[in-house]
């Protein structure tokens, strides 16, 4: 996980694929090098491996245009 300090911060959540440790680890270096992402987790736990994350901007596109390309599933989840 990365953690930064900013002004701003927006929470966006998603629903993957994204099963195993194996996984979050793949994923660890490109979320880590995105400069828009603050902090993130993944919930292994819950049935739809949610995926949230903290951001400098309300914009969903990005992080799942960066999941996919790693071949993962990755959708916004509202409410």
């Known amino acids: 996980m990365k953690t930064n300090s900013t002004n701003e911060e927006f929470v966006l959540v998603f629903r993957t694929n994204i099963h195993r440790k194996k996984d979050v680890k793949s ?3 490109l979320l880590n090098g995105c400069s828009e992402i603050i902090k993130w987790n993944i919930d292994l736990a ?3 491996n949610v995926l ?3 951001a400098t901007h309300p914009n969903h596109e990005p ?3 960066l999941v996919k390309k790693a071949g ?3 959708e916004e989840l509202t409410d």
């Open 72 to 74: 993962y599933n990755c």
């Open 52 to 54: 949230r994350i903290e």
């Open 46 to 48: 819950d049935c739809d």
């Open 63 to 65: 992080v799942i245009h």
């Open 27 to 29: 994923l660890t270096p």
